[in-house]
């Protein structure tokens, strides 16, 4: 087998995050529900954005979130994701790209636009959610680069993204991919609201064999066995994974692996916005476990890319991460 070109390669959603402030009399006119999160149609997310004052546009999504804090972290990866051929298809594309993380997927005709998360901030820190999933949910087997799949040690993918039939095709055909080719296939849960509608579908994936990384949080951990109690679920769910990742937030991480147990305390930090923190600390723990690095190493750097991402506003580390992580580990 040729030496990967790519430490992770991730397909998830390709969004733009545009967050701009605003006063609560903003959001009672728009009734929108304060420091909540909804999905959004095409018409809403048109008419809110221009409604909304100026802000920042950075490109977002779960997995590309992980693909910039591995390059943060000094890994090479590569993404794939969906945009429209628009303005902020093109501002994904960008930030990305300067990230120096490979994204060569072609961006689509006409509509859907590219996905967004409109964020509202309030002079109080809280932040108000709509996100519109747009061009990201029309992935198609077509974006699959196979042979790219091949050139990555781990490919990474989202939960997120198995709601649409078109994408879950594409992620299957990409599983398939990677394991033809001798790669490892990691994936993360994404949220706990998914196992109702495709929790068979990820206990297969499990029990056939075609997950060598899963992340979970407790909550997901726990959806996903049936069970109520933190350890018997890592009891049923271990045997079944090479690698079983579980955080528990200001409780640390648990990582199990052929056998071997190891936990690491949640690291310190001063909580602005827990925006993104499973994303990074899923890329803390394939940095540290492409290069080698022990259980007890992995997690802990998962630990500090996570302290660092929500100790400010955004989902993508701004703090040098090498330096935290050499200062942390010595």
Request: charged share 20%; aromatic share 6%; with cysteine.
């Amino acid at each position: 087998m040729t030496a990967p070109r790519f430490d992770v390669l991730a397909i998830g959603n390709a969004i733009v995050d545009v967050i701009a402030p605003c006063d609560d009399a903003f959001l009672a006119q728009e009734a929108l529900e304060k420091g909540g999160m909804a999905l959004i149609d095409t018409a809403r997310a048109t008419q809110l954005y221009g409604r909304m004052g100026p802000g920042r546009e950075i490109g977002g999504g779960s997995a590309a979130n992980t693909c910039a804090a591995l390059a943060a972290l000094g890994s090479k990866c590569a993404f794939i994701g969906q945009v429209a051929d628009d303005q902020l298809g093109q501002i994904f594309a960008h930030d990305i790209r300067a990230a120096g993380i490979h994204f060569d997927v072609a961006p689509r005709a006409g509509d859907p636009p590219t996905a967004r998360c409109l964020v509202l901030v309030t002079p109080d820190g809280q932040r108000t959610l709509n996100t519109y999933l747009g061009a990201s949910q029309h992935l198609s087997g077509a974006a699959i680069d196979k042979s790219l799949i091949g050139e990555a040690a781990v490919l990474y993918l989202e939960g997120y993204l198995w709601d649409p039939d078109e994408a879950r095709l594409a992620m299957r055909g990409a599983i398939d991919a990677a394991r033809a080719a001798g790669r490892k296939v990691a994936f993360t849960l994404s949220d706990a609201f998914l196992l109702n509608r495709h929790g068979d579908d990820f206990r297969g994936l499990i029990d056939d064999g075609l997950i060598d990384i899963l992340f979970a949080n407790e909550a997901e951990l726990l959806g996903l066995t049936g069970v109520n109690d933190f350890e018997a679920g890592i009891a049923a769910l271990a045997p079944k994974l090479p690698v079983l990742v579980v955080t528990r937030s200001e409780k640390g991480a648990v990582a199990i692996a052929g056998g071997e147990r190891a936990e690491v305390p949640a690291q310190p930090a001063t909580v602005l916005d827990t925006t993104g923190a499973g994303d990074c600390f899923a890329a803390g723990f394939l940095h540290g476990h492409v290069q080698g690095k022990s259980l007890s190493e992995s997690l802990t750097i998962g630990a500090v890319a996570a302290a660092e991402v929500i100790s400010h506003y955004g989902a993508r580390p701004e703090a040098d991460l090498q330096a935290l992580v050499r200062e942390t580990l010595g």
